[in-house]
C-alpha cells in the first residue's frame, strides 16, 4: 500500500510559478509511475502530467504543455510538479497518483483508471 503526500500548494498570482511535491511511503518508489491531475470545483478529475518509472518519459496535457515540468528523485520517494506561467483556469485540487501497472505507451497514463494510488491533494488557486 503506498501512501502519497502533496505539499507545496497556496495562493499565488498570475503569471507566477509554485511547485508541488509528493512524498510516497513506499522506499521503491521507482516500482510506480507517477502522475499527476486536478479538479476544480464541480468538474471532473483531469489528467495534467505523468512520468515514467525512470523519470525518462514524460507526458502532458496539452493546456499545461511548455508550462509545466514533471521531475521525479526515486532516492528521496519524492515525484514534483514544477508549474510555471499560471492561469487562473490552472485553479483547482491537485492530486498525485501513483500505479504499480504496466502500459505498452504513456498515452494510457492520462486515465484516472490507470492509477491505484491517490493522494488527499493539495489546493493551488491563482488570482489574476
Known amino acids: 500500500q503506498v501512501q502519497l503526500v502533496e505539499s507545496g500548494g497556496g495562493p499565488v498570482q498570475a503569471g507566477g510559478s509554485l511547485r508541488l511535491s509528493c512524498a510516497a511511503s513506499e522506499r521503491t518508489l521507482s516500482w510506480y509511475f507517477m502522475g499527476w491531475f486536478r479538479q476544480a470545483p464541480g468538474k471532473e478529475r483531469d489528467f495534467v502530467a505523468s512520468?515514467?518509472?525512470?523519470?525518462?518519459?514524460?507526458e502532458f496535457a496539452d493546456s499545461v504543455k511548455g508550462r509545466f515540468t514533471i521531475f521525479r528523485d526515486n532516492a528521496k520517494n519524492t515525484v514534483y510538479l514544477q508549474m510555471n506561467s499560471l492561469r487562473p483556469e490552472d485553479t483547482a485540487v491537485y492530486y498525485c497518483?501513483?500505479?504499480?501497472?504496466?502500459?505498452?505507451?504513456?498515452?494510457?497514463?492520462?486515465?484516472?483508471?490507470?492509477?491505484?494510488?491517490w493522494g488527499q491533494g493539495t489546493q493551488v488557486t491563482v488570482s489574476s
Open positions: 497518483s501513483a500505479s504499480s501497472l504496466y502500459y505498452s505507451s504513456l498515452y494510457y497514463t492520462r486515465s484516472t483508471a490507470s492509477y491505484n494510488y
Open positions: 512520468i515514467s518509472r525512470s523519470g525518462g518519459g514524460t
